[in-house]
């Protein structure tokens, strides 16, 4: 079993676990401990998952890049900021605690940073999410569509670098959009 095949499989768990838990972030939480133990819950599943996905990045960048560790480093770094980021935020707001919205329970948390100061985070965030994902398309592109030329003008059937070049960029495309769109 390869380190790619362990943090794809610890990746599918986190990601089970986060759906798990935002499926129980919908029951009403009647106490500041059990609002406290949620909100906790999924930061961490967040910072975990994104710290995976910056690792499958950069692990696909070195594969693809013809191990460049410039181009592997940058794309982890700059997938990391989001993590770190977050981390910094949920350390430095406050605690927890229950208010009632239309009569319902809700778990909220009180914001230590200005609004300015939030937003900055927010967007170097996204701004770090989308370079890291604009470079694995790079790379992609870069590295994979000589060999998928190659590989198709001596007509071997479904060749590995094709799959890779089709397959990896429309995922990658579809993260660089979902970030787009958060921002």
Request: glycine letters at 4%.
């Amino acid at each position: 079993m390869t380190g790619a095949t362990v943090l794809l499989f610890f990746n599918k768990c986190l990601l089970l676990l986060l759906t798990i838990s935002n499926v129980l972030n919908i029951l009403n939480w009647g106490s500041d401990q059990s609002c406290d133990a949620q909100i906790v819950l999924q930061e961490v599943l967040f910072i975990l998952s994104t710290t995976i996905a910056a690792a499958l990045s950069a692990l696909r960048v070195y594969a693809v890049g013809e191990r460049s560790w410039f181009w592997t480093l940058l794309t982890l770094l700059a997938g990391l900021v989001p993590a770190a980021a977050d981390s910094y935020l949920n350390a430095s707001a406050g605690r927890p605690y229950v208010a009632f919205a239309a009569g319902l329970p809700v778990c909220m948390r009180h914001n230590v940073f200005s609004r300015i100061v939030y937003n900055r985070f927010i967007i170097a965030s996204l701004v770090c999410a989308i370079v890291s994902d604009l470079i694995v398309i790079g790379a992609t592109w870069m590295y994979a569509m000589p060999w998928a030329r190659r590989v198709s003008e001596t007509q071997i059937k479904r060749p590995l670098m094709l799959v890779i070049l089709r397959d990896g960029i429309g995922y990658f495309i579809i993260l660089l959009l979902n970030h787009i769109t958060r921002s």
